[in-house]
């Protein structure tokens, strides 16, 4: 028999296949790679390699300029920055930024600590 015109007839369901996603890894290393949509750029800059076997910072660039303020709250002019008393401060030298902690403030002196060791920067005599 001849199913008639205009009846229902059963809709086929579509084959649906699976779809196996996979996590990207991206490696972002300097010395690999270049970037493909700039690739003359040098934005990402040179790998700068640190020796751990280098020196301690020396802190002969550090230069006491001045100090200021009462007893009770003294300010300290190290390298055209101001600093007080606990608050550390970066200081650039060349392409290494160092981290300088103010430890105490006297009435000529500083004393601060870099990389673990304390120094104490006087006031430049005959400026």
């Not at 020796?51 to 303020?69: E, F, H, Q, W, Y």
């Amino acid at each position: 028999m001849l199913p008639r015109l205009g009846a229902a007839q059963p809709a086929a369901l579509p084959q649906v296949d699976v779809a196996i996603s996979t996590k990207s890894i991206f490696t972002d290393d300097r010395k690999f790679g270049k970037d493909p949509f700039f690739p003359n750029s040098i934005r990402r800059g040179t790998v700068e390699l640190v020796n751990p076997n280098a020196p301690l910072t020396d802190v002969r660039d550090l230069v006491l300029k001045g100090i200021s303020g009462g007893k009770d709250r003294r300010l300290a002019l190290i390298n055209n920055r101001t600093v007080e008393n606990g608050e550390e401060a970066e200081f650039k030298f060349g392409n290494r930024t160092v981290k300088v902690r103010c430890v105490e403030i006297r009435e000529k002196s500083v004393v601060i600590r870099v990389d673990g060791q304390s120094k104490e920067l006087f006031l430049r005599q005959n400026l």
